[in-house]
Structure formats: structure tokens, C-alpha cells
């Protein structure tokens, strides 16, 4: 029979009779042959054995074996073993402290002509440590084997990765594949603020080399790694680490300006970007801190057409870059208002003369006021007339009529036709 030439460590080993393994105990029948010269072969997750048949004995004559019995013991079952006396080492120097009781029965093969066993999922790169014994009726089984140390392999490291940042906001990953071809996928590993990696995607498929970490942070640097798996799940040694840094935004833009004199609107004007291939203006209009996009212009200057007088507005102008990313907000808000409503008069003097009442009003103080318009209600009707166009500061009303009482307010209209609020008013009777 032609066995498997490999290298096998191995430890002799002291036989306790009657000793608890797993499940029911099995007696030692010194009769039973015992199972020698086992050849292994070791994988990543999975170890394979190999022995001569032992369906006869050296004369010819058929074994009273019925099959076999297979114990293992991890490097962690023995570690978790108490301290044995010093007689009961291994002869190895360094090798670690073996007893029956660190082993644990993991299979009972039922058929005298099997030649061969395997044992899966075990733990990439790790040690354990093998017994055999023949089994025979009645609950019994040979003395043990010799002990095998067996340890498993690793998946080698994908061999190279590099990571680019081409856009803003992106970094691209590029994977060597993988030479083993029992890889099917790759594992997408980054690092996070507390230096742990955290897996972000899996790439089905050995040939399947590309992958795009998005939403990142602008100017920030990101580091990964990858991890190959093969089809039975196992996971290779991680990769070398790669760094890249995201694209930073483009510049602010500078020379932002916003109006605070023109009726109904606000003019906005900026410098051009050398960088920005278009602006993006965002507004908080309601005052709140909320900023929200009102327009994108290709121009460094735009009209904010509004309906209110005085309206006051916070603007951001950010230059937008090729890839149509926003670049950086400006260091502060510029502040825009629309033109607010003149200042309005106030009535100096009122009395009645005659058959008329005359009206009186200073000139408000700031200077906007080109024109006056003058508002009457009689109580009678309780009727409102207004007088427009006043270019005086007084108003003499000859339509009154005796008994009846009548309230005056006046406003001021500036060069854009925008109105003050009225007067505090004044009431009087022929």
C-alpha cells in the first residue's frame, strides 16, 4: 500500500485503563491490535489519516477487531488540563503535558476494513493532537496508539492591494487575485476610529477584483485590507494594509456679496472659481439655520427676487466641482436683505380753520421720502379716502363737513414707490 511521506510528530504516550472519555467508556483489551505507522495529511480546516488494515493479523488470520475509535485534544483542551506530575510529560523537550483526559472521542468507525479518516472544521493554523484504538465487541478497544501532532494550514495572504482615491468622496480598491483557486470571494475590510477592521462587502468570485468604498468624508484618510475565502469558509491571513486619502472640496469662493438696498430683491455677486465649473446658492430663508437650495448658475452673480420689504436672508455660495460635488461653504453666511419701508411721518399740527382742517407733518428722518399720501375716514360712513401724490408736508381739507368727526394718517412713498406705515393719526370735528 503506498502511504502518504510526510513528517509526523510523535509522543509517547501512557495508557490508563478504564479512563472517561466521551460517551460510554470503553475497556482496554490488550488482545485488540493496535493501529501503527498512521501517515496524515494536513489542510487548511481538515486533517486526513491513513493506516495498514488491520482486517488480519501478521499470521493470516482474521482480527476480532469491529472497527475503530478516533480522540482528539486541542492545544486548548490541554491548557485547560490540570498540571500532571513530571513522570507523565511528554519526552519531547517544549512539547506540552499529554494525558487521556485531554482527549475526547470524536468518532467510532463500525467497519474493520476502513483504512482511512478525516476530520473537518478545525481552526486554521492550530494544533491538535490524535489518538486511535482498534474497537472490539463488548464495549472494548486496544490499547492506544502512539500520539500524533498534526497542525493545519493557513491561506496564504492575497499578495498585493491597492487603494486610489479618483473622485471625491470615493476610494477605489484593486485586489491581485488570489493564485489559490479554491478562493470564491474576497472580504472588504476598513478600519475604523478605534483601529478595528470592520468588514464592509464581500466580492463573490476569485476574478472579481474591483471595489469602490463611497460616501466617505472629503479630505479624510481611510485604510483597509482583504481577506480571501475559500469554499469551505475558511478565511486566509489578512492582506497588507492600504491607505488613501479622499479628494479635499474645492476652495470657498471669494468676494461673496449680498445687497441691502433694493426693493424686493437681493443681488448676490462672488469672484470666479478657477476650479468651480458651476455655483450652487443655498438660502435660510426662514431663519432657522436651515439652509436650502434655491438655484445653480454658471454665472458669479444672481437676483433673489422676494416679497417682502426689510426681508433679511443668510446665504452659502459654494463652487461645484467637475465630479458635481459641492466645494467648501464660506468661512461665514453673507447676509442680504430687501429694502426696507421708509420711516414714516408724524402729523405736527391739526386743527380746524374755517371751514377746513388743515394738516401738519415733519419730514421723516431718513431722507427716502419723495412724496406723501394722506388717509381719511369719516365716522359717518366709516369710509376711507386717500389722497395721493402730496409733494408739500401739509394737507388742507375743504371737503369736510360740520358734525362729523374725521381720522388722518399720513405715509411717506420713497423713490420706488414703497409706502411707509401710516402716521400715528389724529381725529378732529368741524
Known amino acids: 500500500m503506498k502511504f502518504w511521506h510526510l513528517s509526523i510528530f510523535w509522543i509517547v504516550l501512557g495508557i490508563f485503563s478504564g479512563c472517561s472519555l466521551l460517551q460510554k467508556p470503553l475497556s482496554i483489551n490488550e488482545n485488540l491490535p493496535k493501529i501503527q505507522q498512521i501517515q496524515t495529511l494536513s489542510d487548511v480546516s481538515s486533517v486526513a489519516f491513513e493506516w495498514e488494515s488491520k482486517e ?71 494544533t491538535y493532537y490524535y489518538l486511535f484504538a482498534t474497537l472490539g465487541k463488548d464495549n472494548t478497544m486496544s490499547a492506544y496508539s502512539q500520539a500524533i501532532k498534526v497542525k493545519t494550514s493557513f491561506i496564504d495572504p492575497v499578495e498585493s492591494v491597492f487603494a486610489i482615491s479618483v473622485r471625491p468622496r470615493n476610494i477605489k480598491l484593486i485586489i491581485t487575485p488570489h493564485p489559490n483557486p479554491s478562493i470564491k470571494s474576497y472580504i472588504i475590510q476598513r478600519q475604523d476610529a478605534e483601529g478595528r477592521f470592520v468588514s464592509l462587502a464581500e466580492l463573490k468570485h476569485r476574478l472579481n477584483i474591483e471595489f469602490f468604498d463611497t460616501n466617505l468624508q472629503d479630505g479624510t484618510t481611510y485604510t483597509y485590507r482583504v481577506l480571501a475565502k475559500d469554499f469551505e469558509g475558511n478565511i486566509s491571513e489578512p492582506s497588507e494594509e492600504v491607505s488613501a486619502r479622499t479628494l479635499d472640496l474645492i476652495e470657498p469662493v471669494e468676494g461673496a456679496s449680498a445687497t441691502t438696498q433694493l426693493p424686493l430683491k437681493i443681488q448676490l455677486t462672488w469672484q470666479p472659481h478657477p476650479k468651480a465649473t458651476s455655483y450652487r446658492i443655498y438660502a435660510d430663508i426662514q431663519n432657522n439655520g436651515r439652509y436650502k437650495l434655491i438655484t445653480t448658475t454658471k454665472n458669479t452673480s444672481y437676483t433673489h427676487a422676494l416679497q417682502d420689504h426689510g426681508q433679511s436672508i443668510a446665504y452659502q455660495i459654494v463652487g461645484v466641482d467637475m465630479y458635481g460635488f459641492d466645494g467648501d461653504r464660506l468661512n461665514a453666511p453673507i447676509v442680504g436683505s430687501t429694502l426696507s419701508r421708509p420711516i414714516a411721518p408724524n402729523i405736527t399740527s391739526s386743527q380746524v380753520q374755517g371751514n377746513t382742517i388743515a394738516i401738519t407733518w415733519d419730514i421723516p428722518s431718513d431722507g427716502r ?40 394718517s399720513v405715509v411717506s412713498i420713497d423713490e420706488f414707490g414703497i409706502e411707509s406705515p401710516q402716521s400715528p393719526s389724529v381725529t378732529l370735528q368741524r
Open 56 to 126: 488480519k493479523a501478521e499470521d493470516g488470520s482474521p482480527t476480532a477487531i469491529e472497527g475503530f475509535v478516533v480522540f482528539r485534544a486541542s492545544e486548548e483542551d490541554i491548557a485547560s488540563q490540570p498540571a500532571q506530575d513530571s513522570s507523565q510529560n511528554s519526552s519531547m523537550t517544549g512539547a506540552p503535558t499529554l494525558t487521556t483526559e485531554s482527549f475526547k472521542r470524536i468518532a467510532t468507525i463500525k467497519n474493520p476494513l476502513v483504512t482511512h479518516f478525516f476530520d473537518t472544521n478545525l481552526k486554521p493554523k492550530s
Open 369 to 408: 421720502a419723495i412724496k406723501y399720501a394722506l388717509y381719511r375716514r369719516d365716522s359717518q360712513t366709516n369710509r376711507n379716502n386717500r389722497y395721493n401724490n402730496i409733494k408739500t408736508t401739509h394737507f388742507i381739507d375743504k371737503e369736510a363737513k360740520r358734525g362729523i368727526e374725521y381720522t388722518y
